[in-house]
């Protein structure tokens, strides 16, 4: 008697500290992991000489090949209002024309309207001042996020309205994207979007002119919202599946028409997921890199293209300079969402999902969605399919050389060879560790984050860094932080291998899971976990009994992008695989490839293909069952 | 200069003497090679190098208990993990010949910088040798280290004297080439014609037509960018990008994007090697889309360097491992599975005869000197890269 009672208050009290002590451990790990080896970094861009000094970031922001004409600017700050005062007299007029134009040509559309519109917009673009590498660079970020809710956004409304065979396993493929190594997708791009590519073939066939898009700001677009736009599609559609019915059928009875109600009642609650999807492809191809480099060439290059320059010159301190500005890009632009988040999520909400309609049956609405099939037909599956026809592909026809390869290399590989077995086996392994550290990470800094005030946003904010830091940097941090090792008390301490990966992983994965729960914890009903706690449970029990089954979509969600991270994540993993057994996928696809062929490397990206692609369904499943 | 540039680096008295006599060693062994070289046509490289008994000197003479243990050699990875890499085979035929030894390779992320950045933080290097290490990346060691992170090895290879003169980058000695390649153009002579020079692709029968890589982050696009400075001097050639540039070029990331777009047929010419049909051939490819052209009847010589540690404590199997890679057998197997040329005479290499077939070798190589490049190499490419992406 008196010995359970004892064992149950040893339990509440191990309850009542299980909370602050996830979050200290989660404090202690992103130490570790995050803010130290990237602060061994970035601590150049404020240091000259062994002395703090602001030089190094002056020394950018001065220089117009970075900034273009923002760097007269910090030069010369008084020059400022003149400067402007110039620009205004010399370019308002080109402005002004071009805007006049585009009333004329929209209104008496002929032939030339395309034309007149893209000279106007022409005009419009060039009357601003460049703003050297980080203007183009932010400017194609802007373009890429446009384009990713355009084409992510309707996928959303597909997934979350209707029902139609295989739609789950469609919502499980969105994430597939996301982890594919770039030179799978400059692979598949380039076959599919190639001169000589199933696009031109096509509209050679209907006799239409062909389209040059690659090597062109157009592709880099395109290959970026490949990537960004299903992660927009899956970020909203999980908030479109928990928008409270309720609320719409109450539109609905008081005389709303149906898309009166979606403006009013829907459309707010997606707003803040909608948002966060923007957020985070901004700053995903903000920071992009191979991939500008391998469709687009040098003439599109981005800061990130000499942020790594910098590194392989071993130029630290203008590569931390260039890191720290593009952080500070990232997490202003996380500051402001989060300000925007607070006012947008508050509320009272309990989640009774809208029921789905059939997808069957022939009016605008299904037409305009057949319409949008066919661009993601174009411009997901096409290249998808190009690179698993690019593997199976030698210069002479059909080949299984690439596979035969890959096997060959399972069964007699030398033991320093990278063996595709063990690849596969070690990215299932750590993405399902990633999976469940990260979880646990996202919901203790979700609480933390949610109270009201500038602290709590910070913490938002700070919860950001690991996708506001350049993985050039976060690389680099790595290998002299941890990899090297320290000395304490005589004896070289270094981190790798195997738990180290899992704990990075991690890392770099938990801000999805505080960006998909976050807004669903904000918008709960304070008053549930209030009553809980009144009536004596434990902080950690109300979390785990009332907060966790009531956002369980938003965990889900985060968690299958967790996995998705662990998977295609490869800066920091091919760092701390070094030397041992525990590569992954991307960094097999990478030690594939030679300076002879692409066979072999686009083997084992298509193995990485499947094998993302199958483990996604299975994760959906069981995500999906939690979700009922 | 041998010996001055090595009475500059080598602080301490102890490595001072042995570079010393390693110089002495190099000197000694290079004139009885020229002996017996112009003795007999019969003299294989090995025998001119047992001759060479000078080296020996320098360090003790390899006992079997030297030759024994593991060897840490660091590399890039595609020589350990591409079809039929070189690595796998030299570990094999090396780890029989001593059945001692063993040989592992590791081939970090970041190449040198990797031991650069241990040796600047005090992290033990925990490598015995490197393979695969070209002239650049000895200029950033020597601009980033006071310390030596390479030892001097040229007078102790009793092969060292085999390699080619042209081919050594190293003025210390550190670096000896074991292959080289050379930079050109590929192109399809069905869709352009042959371009003679440089100034032609300049020209509009060229015009938009070549893919080239960005010198930053490409080793071929940097060989290519270094060619168009040998060709029109420091003052000259960003002029001549310019015309390059108007004339339409596409400038990728590196060699695998070049010529993947290349492949697909995106563009007619790329940047690449001459060794281009070698691995046509190998895979019975028609060879109108291998088409080689030096450019002024020149080539652009890449030779790749191994190296030992300075902090080895397996110096003696290293140069052990070194001197074994610069056996006609290994050049022939190396320069074949790597699709490079051996850093030996040609003629003294164990090559099939189809390579001196598809492997074409330019009129006039050309390449800077180590001297040549130091304290311009960063400015060059980075005044190019400024000039193309502001493009």
Same mark, same amino acid.
């Given at each position: 008697?008196?010995?359970?009672?004892?064992?149950?208050?040893?339990?509440?009290?191990?309850?009542?500290?299980?909370?602050?002590?996830?979050?200290?451990?989660?404090?202690?790990?992103?130490?570790?992991?995050?803010?130290?080896?990237?602060?061994?970094?970035?601590?150049?861009?404020?240091?000259?000489?062994?002395?703090?000094?602001?030089?190094?970031?002056?020394?950018?922001?001065?220089?117009?090949?970075?900034?273009?004409?923002?760097?007269?600017?910090?030069?010369?700050?008084?020059?400022?209002?003149?400067?402007?005062?110039?620009?205004?007299?010399?370019?308002?007029?080109?402005?002004?024309?071009?805007?006049?134009?585009?009333?004329?040509?929209?209104?008496?559309?002929?032939?030339?309207?395309?034309?007149?519109?893209?000279?106007?917009?022409?005009?419009?673009?060039?009357?601003?001042?460049?703003?050297?590498?980080?203007?183009?660079?932010?400017?194609?970020?802007?373009?890429?996020?446009?384009?990713?809710?355009?084409?992510?956004?309707?996928?959303?409304?597909?997934?979350?309205?209707?029902?139609?065979?295989?739609?789950?396993?469609?919502?499980?493929?969105?994430? =597939?994207?996301?982890?594919?190594?770039?030179?799978?997708?400059?692979?598949?791009?380039?076959?599919?979007?190639?001169?000589?590519?199933?696009?031109?073939?096509?509209?050679?066939?209907?006799?239409?002119?062909?389209?040059?898009?690659?090597?062109?700001?157009?592709?880099?677009?395109?290959?970026?919202?490949?990537?960004?736009?299903?992660?927009?599609?899956?970020?909203? @559609?999980?908030?479109?599946?928990?928008?409270?019915?309720?609320? =719409?059928?109450?539109?609905?009875?008081?005389?709303?028409?149906?898309?009166?109600?979606?403006?009013?009642?829907? @459309?707010?609650?997606?707003?803040?997921?909608?948002?966060?999807?923007?957020?985070?492809?901004?700053?995903?191809?903000?920071?992009?890199?191979?991939?500008?480099?391998?469709?687009?060439?040098?003439?599109?290059?981005?800061?990130?293209?000499?942020?790594?320059?910098?590194?392989?010159?071993?130029?630290?301190?203008?590569?931390?300079?260039?890191?720290?500005?593009?952080?500070?890009?990232?997490?202003?632009?996380?500051?402001?969402?989060?300000?925007?988040?607070?006012?947008?999520?508050?509320?009272?909400?309990?989640?009774?999902?809208?029921?789905?309609?059939?997808?069957?049956?022939?009016?605008?609405?299904?037409?305009?969605?057949?319409?949008?099939?066919?661009?993601?037909?174009?411009?997901?599956?096409?290249?998808?399919?190009?690179?698993?026809?690019?593997?199976?592909?030698?210069?002479?026809?059909?080949?299984?050389?690439?596979?035969?390869?890959?096997?060959?290399?399972?069964?007699?590989?030398?033991?320093?060879?990278?063996?595709?077995?063990?690849? =596969?086996?070690?990215?299932?392994?750590?993405?399902?560790?990633?999976?469940?550290?990260?979880?646990?990470?996202?919901?203790?800094?979700?609480?933390?984050?949610?109270?009201?005030?500038?602290?709590?946003?910070?913490?938002?904010?700070?919860?950001?860094?690991?996708?506001?830091?350049?993985?050039?940097?976060?690389?680099?941090?790595?290998?002299?932080?941890?990899?090297?090792?320290?000395?304490?008390?005589?004896?070289?301490?270094?981190?790798?291998?195997?738990?180290?990966?899992?704990?990075?992983?991690?890392?770099?994965?938990?801000?999805? =899971?505080?960006?998909?729960?976050?807004?669903?914890?904000?918008?709960?009903?304070?008053?549930?976990?209030?009553?809980?706690?009144?009536?004596?449970?434990?902080?950690?029990?109300?979390?785990?009994?009332?907060?966790?089954?009531?956002?369980?979509?938003?965990?889900?969600?985060?968690?299958?992008?967790?996995?998705?991270?662990?998977?295609?994540?490869?800066?920091?993993?091919?760092?701390?695989?070094?030397?041992?057994?525990?590569?992954?996928?991307?960094?097999?696809?990478?030690?594939?490839?030679?300076?002879?062929?692409?066979?072999?490397?686009?083997?084992?990206?298509?193995?990485?293909?499947?094998?993302?692609?199958?483990?996604?369904?299975?994760?959906?499943?069981?995500?999906?069952?939690?979700?009922? | 200069?041998?010996?001055?540039?090595?009475?500059?680096?080598?602080?301490?008295?102890?490595?001072?003497?042995?570079?010393?006599?390693?110089?002495?060693?190099?000197?000694?062994?290079?004139?009885?090679?020229?002996?017996?070289?112009?003795?007999?046509?019969?003299?294989?490289?090995?025998?001119?190098?047992?001759?060479?008994?000078?080296?020996?000197?320098?360090?003790?003479?390899?006992?079997?208990?030297?030759?024994?243990?593991?060897?840490?050699?660091?590399?890039?990875?595609?020589?350990?993990?591409?079809?039929?890499?070189?690595?796998?085979?030299?570990?094999?035929?090396?780890?029989?010949?001593?059945?001692?030894?063993?040989?592992?390779?590791?081939?970090?992320?970041?190449?040198?910088?990797?031991?650069?950045?241990?040796?600047?933080?005090?992290?033990?290097?925990?490598?015995?040798?490197?393979?695969?290490?070209?002239?650049?990346?000895?200029?950033?060691?020597?601009?980033?280290?006071?310390?030596?992170?390479?030892?001097?090895?040229?007078?102790?290879?009793?092969?060292?004297?085999?390699?080619?003169?042209?081919?050594?980058?190293?003025?210390?000695?550190?670096?000896?080439?074991?292959?080289?390649?050379?930079?050109?153009?590929?192109?399809?002579?069905?869709?352009?014609?042959?371009?003679?020079?440089?100034?032609?692709?300049?020209?509009?029968?060229?015009?938009?037509?070549?893919?080239?890589?960005?010198?930053?982050?490409?080793?071929?696009?940097?060989?290519?960018?270094?060619?168009?400075?040998?060709?029109?001097?420091?003052?000259?050639?960003?002029?001549?990008?310019?015309?390059?540039?108007?004339?339409?070029?596409?400038?990728?990331?590196?060699?695998?994007?070049?010529?993947?777009?290349?492949?697909?047929?995106?563009?007619?010419?790329?940047?690449?090697?001459?060794?281009?049909?070698?691995?046509?051939?190998?895979?019975?490819?028609?060879?109108?889309?291998?088409?080689?052209?030096?450019?002024?009847?020149?080539?652009?010589?890449?030779?790749?360097?191994?190296?030992?540690?300075?902090?080895?404590?397996?110096?003696?199997?290293?140069?052990?491992?070194?001197?074994?890679?610069?056996?006609?057998?290994?050049?022939?197997?190396?320069?074949?599975?790597?699709?490079?040329?051996?850093?030996?005479?040609?003629?003294?290499?164990?090559?099939?005869?189809?390579?001196?077939?598809?492997?074409?070798?330019?009129?006039?190589?050309?390449?800077?000197?180590?001297?040549?490049?130091?304290?311009?190499?960063?400015?060059?490419?980075?005044?190019?890269?400024?000039?193309?992406?502001?493009?």
């Amino acid at each position: 008697m008196a010995g359970s009672r004892t064992g149950r208050e040893r339990s509440r009290r191990a309850e009542r500290v299980a909370v602050p002590l996830a979050g200290l451990a989660t404090a202690a790990l992103l130490v570790v992991m995050l803010y130290y080896p990237v602060g061994t970094v970035l601590v150049e861009a404020v240091t000259r000489d062994g002395a703090p000094s602001l030089s190094p970031l002056l020394d950018v922001l001065r220089d117009p090949f970075y900034v273009g004409a923002l760097a007269a600017a910090v030069r010369d700050p008084a020059g400022v209002p003149a400067g402007v005062g110039a620009w205004f007299v010399t370019s308002v007029a080109d402005v002004l024309g071009a805007l006049a134009a585009v009333p004329g040509a929209v209104l008496a559309p002929d032939r030339s309207t395309l034309g007149a519109l893209a000279a106007a917009w022409t005009t419009f673009v060039g009357a601003f001042p460049p703003f050297g590498l980080f203007g183009f660079t932010a400017w194609q970020a802007l373009l890429s996020t446009l384009a990713s809710l355009a084409l992510g956004l309707p996928g959303a409304y597909v997934l979350a309205r209707f029902e139609f065979p295989g739609r789950q396993t469609i919502q499980s493929l969105t994430a =597939v994207p996301f982890v594919l190594p770039s030179i799978m997708v400059a692979v598949g791009f380039v076959a599919a979007f190639g001169t000589n590519g199933p696009l031109n073939d096509l509209l050679r066939a209907l006799g239409l002119p062909t389209v040059e898009l690659l090597f062109s700001l157009e592709i880099i677009v395109l290959a970026h919202a490949f990537y960004n736009a299903p992660l927009v599609t899956r970020i909203v @559609a999980a908030a479109w599946e928990s928008v409270d019915a309720r609320t =719409v059928e109450t539109a609905r009875s008081l005389g709303a028409s149906p898309l009166r109600a979606f403006r009013d009642v829907v @459309a707010p609650q997606l707003a803040p997921a909608v948002a966060t999807g923007a957020l985070l492809t901004f700053i995903f191809t903000f920071m992009s890199f191979p991939i500008v480099l391998a469709l687009g060439g040098l003439k599109l290059a981005t800061v990130e293209v000499w942020l790594y320059d910098r590194v392989q010159q071993l130029a630290l301190t203008e590569a931390a300079a260039l890191a720290v500005l593009e952080t500070v890009v990232s997490l202003g632009l996380t500051y402001a969402y989060l300000r925007y988040e607070d006012a947008a999520t508050r509320g009272d909400r309990v989640a009774s999902a809208l029921k789905r309609e059939p997808l069957a049956g022939l009016d605008a609405k299904r037409i305009a969605l057949v319409g949008y099939a066919l661009v993601v037909g174009l411009v997901f599956v096409l290249p998808l399919v190009s690179m698993l026809v690019a593997s199976v592909t030698g210069p002479n026809g059909l080949t299984t050389r690439y596979y035969e390869f890959l096997l060959q290399r399972e069964t007699t590989a030398a033991t320093s060879q990278t063996k595709p077995g063990v690849a =596969v086996r070690n990215s299932l392994l750590f993405g399902v560790g990633t999976l469940a550290l990260s979880v646990p990470m996202g919901l203790v800094l979700a609480l933390a984050s949610l109270r009201e005030g500038v602290a709590s946003r910070l913490v938002g904010v700070a919860a950001m860094a690991p996708f506001a830091v350049s993985g050039v940097v976060v690389g680099l941090g790595m290998l002299q932080g941890l990899v090297f090792g320290v000395d304490v008390f005589g004896t070289r301490l270094a981190v790798g291998g195997p738990v180290a990966i899992v704990a990075a992983h991690a890392v770099g994965a938990y801000p999805f =899971v505080v960006r998909n729960v976050a807004p669903l914890l904000g918008g709960l009903d304070r008053r549930l976990v209030e009553s809980a706690r009144a009536l004596g449970a434990t902080r950690a029990r109300a979390l785990v009994d009332i907060e966790v089954p009531l956002v369980m979509p938003g965990i889900a969600a985060g968690a299958a992008f967790a996995f998705a991270i662990s998977i295609g994540e490869f800066d920091s993993t091919v760092i701390l695989a070094e030397g041992s057994r525990a590569y992954t996928m991307p960094v097999a696809v990478e030690r594939f490839l030679t300076d002879r062929t692409l066979g072999p490397a686009t083997a084992m990206g298509s193995v990485l293909l499947v094998v993302t692609a199958a483990s996604f369904v299975v994760i959906d499943r069981v995500g999906g069952r939690y979700r009922e | 200069m041998d010996s001055k540039d090595a009475e500059r680096t080598d602080g301490n008295g102890d490595r001072s003497r042995r570079a010393y006599l390693a110089t002495v060693g190099s000197v000694g062994a290079a004139a009885l090679a020229g002996c017996t070289g112009d003795a007999g046509d019969g003299s294989t490289p090995t025998e001119t190098a047992t001759d060479g008994t000078v080296t020996e000197t320098a360090t003790a003479t390899p006992t079997e208990a030297s030759l024994s243990g593991t060897l840490t050699v660091a590399t890039y990875p595609s020589w350990v993990e591409s079809d039929g890499a070189a690595g796998p085979w030299l570990k094999e035929q090396f780890e029989a010949e001593y059945p001692d030894a063993t040989v592992e390779y590791v081939t970090p992320d970041s190449a040198v910088n990797y031991f650069i950045r241990r040796k600047q933080q005090d992290a033990p290097i925990d490598a015995d040798a490197y393979v695969g290490l070209n002239v650049d990346q000895l200029l950033r060691v020597d601009s980033e280290l006071d310390e030596p992170l390479f030892a001097q090895v040229g007078g102790e290879l009793s092969n060292g004297d085999a390699v080619r003169d042209g081919l050594r980058f190293d003025p210390q000695e550190r670096a000896v080439p074991y292959d080289t390649g050379y930079i050109s153009l590929v192109f399809d002579e069905s869709a352009v014609d042959r371009p003679g020079t440089f100034d032609d692709l300049t020209t509009e029968p060229w015009a938009d037509s070549l893919i080239v890589q960005n010198a930053q982050s490409s080793a071929t696009g940097r060989a290519f960018l270094l060619w168009t400075v040998k060709q029109f001097g420091a003052d000259g050639y960003l002029d001549y990008w310019r015309d390059l540039d108007s004339n339409g070029i596409t400038v990728l990331g590196n060699w695998d994007d070049a010529y993947n777009a290349y492949s697909e047929g995106e563009k007619p010419m790329v940047v690449s090697y001459s060794t281009d049909q070698v691995y046509a051939n190998r895979y019975d490819q028609d060879m109108t889309r291998h088409q080689v052209a030096f450019l002024n009847d020149q080539g652009y010589a890449n030779p790749e360097g191994m190296a030992v540690f300075a902090d080895s404590e397996k110096r003696a199997l290293a140069t052990e491992f070194m001197d074994f890679m610069l056996t006609a057998e290994a050049q022939g197997e190396i320069a074949v599975r790597n699709v490079q040329f051996p850093a030996i005479p040609a003629e003294q290499a164990n090559l099939p005869e189809e390579f001196a077939r598809y492997a074409k070798i330019p009129d006039e190589p050309v390449t800077f000197t180590y001297e040549e490049l130091k304290g311009n190499l960063d400015g060059w490419i980075e005044d190019w890269a400024r000039e193309i992406a502001q493009g």
